[in-house]
C-alpha cells in the first residue's frame, strides 16, 4: 500500500509540475489565442488545486503508516 500511495503521490507531483512549467510559458500574442489560454487557466487553477489536496491526502495517509 506504501509503494502504491508513493506512486500515486510521484504521479501527482508530476501533474503539477506540468501545470506550473504551463503558466511558465506565458500567453500568447494572439489575442483570440490568448483569451482561450486564459479560459483554460481558469481550468488549470481547478486541477492544480484539487491536486494539491489529494497530495496532502497521500501525505498523512504516508504519516500514518509510518
Known amino acids: 500500500m506504501k509503494e502504491e500511495l508513493i506512486k500515486k503521490r510521484k504521479e501527482l507531483v ?4 506540468a501545470i506550473k512549467a504551463d503558466y511558465r510559458r506565458g500567453l ?7 483569451a ?7 481550468t488549470l487553477y481547478e486541477i ?3 491536486t494539491l489536496e489529494e497530495i496532502a491526502k497521500i501525505d498523512e495517509q504516508l504519516r500514518e503508516l509510518n
Not at 500568447?28 to 490568448?34: H, I, T
Not at 482561450?36 to 481558469?42: F, K, S, T, V
Open 14 to 17: 508530476d501533474r503539477v509540475e
Open 28 to 34: 500568447d500574442a494572439d489575442s483570440e489565442e490568448r
Open 36 to 42: 482561450i489560454q486564459l479560459e483554460n487557466r481558469e
Open 48 to 50: 492544480e488545486r484539487v
